[in-house]
Protein backbone atom coordinates (compact mmCIF):
# COMPACT_ATOMS: atom_id res chain seq x y z
CA UNK A 1 0.00 0.00 0.00
CA UNK A 2 1.11 3.68 -0.16
CA UNK A 3 1.81 5.50 3.10
CA UNK A 4 2.89 8.64 4.18
CA UNK A 5 4.23 9.20 7.32
CA UNK A 6 5.11 12.81 9.50
CA UNK A 7 4.96 13.16 13.00
CA UNK A 8 1.49 14.04 14.91
CA UNK A 9 3.10 16.91 16.67
CA UNK A 10 5.62 19.00 17.53
CA UNK A 11 6.27 22.14 19.55
CA UNK A 12 9.41 24.81 18.69
CA UNK A 13 9.59 28.47 20.34
CA UNK A 14 10.03 31.54 18.68
CA UNK A 15 12.63 33.08 16.90
CA UNK A 16 14.17 28.99 16.76
CA UNK A 17 14.75 26.80 13.59
CA UNK A 18 12.38 23.48 13.10
CA UNK A 19 12.48 20.82 10.95
CA UNK A 20 9.45 19.01 10.50
CA UNK A 21 9.96 15.31 8.42
CA UNK A 22 8.27 13.40 5.94
CA UNK A 23 8.77 9.51 5.08
CA UNK A 24 6.81 7.67 1.93
CA UNK A 25 6.27 4.69 0.24
CA UNK A 26 4.19 4.67 -2.66
CA UNK A 27 3.88 3.41 -6.45
CA UNK A 28 6.32 5.67 -8.55
CA UNK A 29 7.01 9.17 -7.72
CA UNK A 30 6.47 12.35 -9.04
CA UNK A 31 6.82 14.98 -6.97
CA UNK A 32 6.45 15.96 -3.47
CA UNK A 33 4.60 19.04 -1.85
CA UNK A 34 4.35 20.61 1.80
CA UNK A 35 1.30 22.41 2.57
CA UNK A 36 0.30 24.99 5.42
CA UNK A 37 -2.99 24.45 6.94
CA UNK A 38 -4.05 27.25 10.22
CA UNK A 39 -6.99 25.63 11.91
CA UNK A 40 -10.23 25.55 10.73
CA UNK A 41 -8.86 26.79 7.08
CA UNK A 42 -7.88 25.71 3.97
CA UNK A 43 -4.11 24.29 2.98
CA UNK A 44 -2.15 26.47 1.35
CA UNK A 45 1.02 25.54 -1.02
CA UNK A 46 4.46 26.04 0.25
CA UNK A 47 6.88 24.16 -1.59
CA UNK A 48 7.54 21.21 -4.93
CA UNK A 49 10.32 19.24 -4.84
CA UNK A 50 10.80 16.67 -8.09
CA UNK A 51 14.74 16.55 -7.91
CA UNK A 52 17.33 15.87 -4.69
CA UNK A 53 18.27 18.39 -3.06
CA UNK A 54 17.10 22.03 -1.20
CA UNK A 55 14.87 24.03 -2.14
CA UNK A 56 15.06 27.64 -0.02
CA UNK A 57 11.80 30.41 -0.15
CA UNK A 58 12.75 32.68 2.73
CA UNK A 59 12.56 31.26 5.69
CA UNK A 60 11.20 27.83 4.61
CA UNK A 61 13.34 25.69 2.95
CA UNK A 62 12.20 21.76 1.51
CA UNK A 63 14.52 18.94 1.40
CA UNK A 64 14.28 16.10 -0.70
CA UNK A 65 16.34 12.41 -1.04
CA UNK A 66 14.25 9.93 -3.61
CA UNK A 67 16.61 7.13 -2.86
CA UNK A 68 15.53 7.63 1.05
CA UNK A 69 11.84 8.49 0.35
CA UNK A 70 11.89 10.75 2.77
CA UNK A 71 11.55 14.79 2.85
CA UNK A 72 12.07 17.54 5.54
CA UNK A 73 10.65 21.09 5.61
CA UNK A 74 12.63 23.37 7.48
CA UNK A 75 11.14 26.49 9.33
CA UNK A 76 13.96 29.16 10.54
CA UNK A 77 13.10 32.11 12.56
CA UNK A 78 10.00 30.49 13.76
CA UNK A 79 7.21 32.93 14.54
CA UNK A 80 3.78 33.00 15.98
CA UNK A 81 1.77 32.81 12.68
CA UNK A 82 3.71 29.64 11.77
CA UNK A 83 1.71 28.12 14.31
CA UNK A 84 -0.26 25.42 12.08
CA UNK A 85 -0.14 21.97 11.04
CA UNK A 86 1.77 21.28 8.18
CA UNK A 87 0.55 18.58 5.05
CA UNK A 88 3.45 16.28 3.32
CA UNK A 89 1.99 14.99 0.09
CA UNK A 90 3.29 12.55 -2.81
CA UNK A 91 2.62 12.41 -6.64
CA UNK A 92 2.24 8.91 -7.22
CA UNK A 93 2.53 7.57 -10.62
CA UNK A 94 -0.91 7.99 -11.47
CA UNK A 95 -0.21 11.79 -10.87
CA UNK A 96 -2.89 11.38 -7.88
CA UNK A 97 -1.73 13.00 -4.44
CA UNK A 98 -1.29 11.09 -1.62
CA UNK A 99 -1.71 12.87 1.75
CA UNK A 100 0.18 12.38 5.28
CA UNK A 101 -2.20 12.99 8.33
CA UNK A 102 0.00 16.71 8.88
CA UNK A 103 2.40 17.46 11.59
CA UNK A 104 0.57 19.71 14.01
CA UNK A 105 3.38 22.57 14.68
CA UNK A 106 2.95 24.93 17.94
CA UNK A 107 5.06 27.50 18.49
CA UNK A 108 5.78 28.94 22.51
CA UNK A 109 7.24 32.69 23.34
CA UNK B 1 -5.56 35.85 -10.68
CA UNK B 2 -7.51 33.07 -9.78
CA UNK B 3 -9.64 32.25 -7.28
CA UNK B 4 -11.44 29.25 -5.59
CA UNK B 5 -15.30 29.89 -4.08
CA UNK B 6 -17.32 27.36 -1.96
CA UNK B 7 -20.37 27.75 -0.24
CA UNK B 8 -21.38 27.38 2.17
CA UNK B 9 -18.88 27.81 4.33
CA UNK B 10 -20.97 25.71 7.08
CA UNK B 11 -23.81 23.66 7.08
CA UNK B 12 -25.13 21.30 10.12
CA UNK B 13 -27.55 18.74 8.50
CA UNK B 14 -30.18 16.23 9.67
CA UNK B 15 -29.03 12.11 8.85
CA UNK B 16 -31.41 11.34 5.88
CA UNK B 17 -31.18 15.04 4.38
CA UNK B 18 -30.28 15.98 0.99
CA UNK B 19 -26.63 18.14 -0.04
CA UNK B 20 -25.41 20.33 -2.14
CA UNK B 21 -22.02 22.34 -2.18
CA UNK B 22 -20.75 24.48 -4.88
CA UNK B 23 -17.64 25.32 -5.92
CA UNK B 24 -16.51 27.90 -8.73
CA UNK B 25 -13.27 29.10 -10.10
CA UNK B 26 -12.36 32.31 -11.38
CA UNK B 27 -9.54 33.26 -13.88
CA UNK B 28 -8.57 30.37 -15.55
CA UNK B 29 -10.03 27.90 -18.22
CA UNK B 30 -10.36 24.56 -17.96
CA UNK B 31 -9.30 23.82 -14.63
CA UNK B 32 -8.55 20.14 -12.99
CA UNK B 33 -11.07 20.50 -10.35
CA UNK B 34 -10.99 18.56 -6.74
CA UNK B 35 -13.60 17.72 -4.26
CA UNK B 36 -11.92 16.18 -1.00
CA UNK B 37 -12.90 15.18 2.61
CA UNK B 38 -10.86 15.83 5.70
CA UNK B 39 -11.53 14.17 8.74
CA UNK B 40 -9.97 15.15 12.02
CA UNK B 41 -6.62 13.88 12.85
CA UNK B 42 -6.88 11.95 8.99
CA UNK B 43 -4.96 13.02 5.53
CA UNK B 44 -6.89 14.67 2.91
CA UNK B 45 -9.36 11.32 1.23
CA UNK B 46 -9.51 12.76 -2.50
CA UNK B 47 -13.70 11.75 -3.25
CA UNK B 48 -13.57 13.11 -6.95
CA UNK B 49 -11.81 14.82 -9.28
CA UNK B 50 -12.56 16.29 -13.19
CA UNK B 51 -10.61 16.77 -15.93
CA UNK B 52 -13.52 18.42 -17.95
CA UNK B 53 -17.19 19.22 -18.44
CA UNK B 54 -19.01 15.85 -17.44
CA UNK B 55 -16.33 14.10 -16.78
CA UNK B 56 -16.01 12.45 -13.01
CA UNK B 57 -13.83 9.99 -11.90
CA UNK B 58 -14.64 8.39 -8.63
CA UNK B 59 -12.01 7.40 -6.24
CA UNK B 60 -14.11 6.32 -2.54
CA UNK B 61 -17.60 4.13 -3.45
CA UNK B 62 -19.85 6.19 -1.35
CA UNK B 63 -23.02 8.09 -1.03
CA UNK B 64 -21.93 10.73 -2.56
CA UNK B 65 -22.15 11.95 -6.31
CA UNK B 66 -20.36 15.13 -8.14
CA UNK B 67 -21.16 16.74 -11.43
CA UNK B 68 -19.86 19.47 -13.67
CA UNK B 69 -22.14 21.02 -15.65
CA UNK B 70 -19.91 24.06 -16.43
CA UNK B 71 -16.42 24.63 -17.02
CA UNK B 72 -15.56 26.26 -13.72
CA UNK B 73 -18.06 24.85 -11.72
CA UNK B 74 -17.98 21.69 -9.69
CA UNK B 75 -20.66 20.60 -7.31
CA UNK B 76 -20.75 17.75 -4.30
CA UNK B 77 -23.99 16.08 -3.93
CA UNK B 78 -25.54 13.31 -1.64
CA UNK B 79 -29.53 12.40 -1.54
CA UNK B 80 -29.24 11.42 1.85
CA UNK B 81 -26.10 11.96 4.78
CA UNK B 82 -24.54 9.64 7.02
CA UNK B 83 -23.56 10.55 10.08
CA UNK B 84 -20.24 9.43 8.88
CA UNK B 85 -20.68 12.47 6.03
CA UNK B 86 -19.31 14.82 8.89
CA UNK B 87 -16.07 16.38 7.91
CA UNK B 88 -13.99 18.99 6.32
CA UNK B 89 -15.29 19.51 2.33
CA UNK B 90 -12.58 21.07 0.63
CA UNK B 91 -12.39 21.68 -3.04
CA UNK B 92 -9.11 22.34 -5.45
CA UNK B 93 -8.02 23.50 -8.71
CA UNK B 94 -4.76 22.77 -10.65
CA UNK B 95 -3.90 23.51 -14.52
CA UNK B 96 -4.19 20.87 -16.84
CA UNK B 97 -0.63 19.82 -16.58
CA UNK B 98 -0.40 16.23 -14.82
CA UNK B 99 1.82 17.71 -11.68
CA UNK B 100 0.40 21.02 -11.26
CA UNK B 101 -0.02 22.18 -7.67
CA UNK B 102 -3.42 22.19 -6.35
CA UNK B 103 -5.18 25.33 -4.95
CA UNK B 104 -7.97 25.07 -2.34
CA UNK B 105 -11.14 27.04 -1.64
CA UNK B 106 -11.94 27.87 2.16
CA UNK B 107 -13.68 25.05 2.32
CA UNK B 108 -17.30 23.72 3.99
CA UNK B 109 -17.92 22.48 7.84
CA UNK B 110 -20.19 19.78 7.09
CA UNK B 111 -22.03 18.19 10.48
CA UNK B 112 -24.79 15.56 10.25
CA UNK B 113 -26.48 15.26 13.30
Known amino acids: GQNIDQPTEMTATEGAIVQINCTYQ??????LFWYQQHAGEAPTFLSY??LDGLEEKGRFSSFLSRSKGYSYLLLKELQMKDSASYLC??????????WGAGTKLIIKP | SQTIHQWPATLVQPVGSPLSLECTVE??????LYWYRQAAGRGLQLLFY??????ISSEVPQNLSASRPQDRQFILSSKKLLLSDSGFYLC????????????FGPGTRLTVL
Open chain 2, 92 to 103: AWAGQGETDTQY
Open chain 2, 27 to 32: GTSNPN
Open chain 2, 50 to 55: SVGIGQ
Open chain 1, 26 to 31: TSGFNG
Open chain 1, 49 to 50: NV
Open chain 1, 89 to 98: AVMDSNYQLI
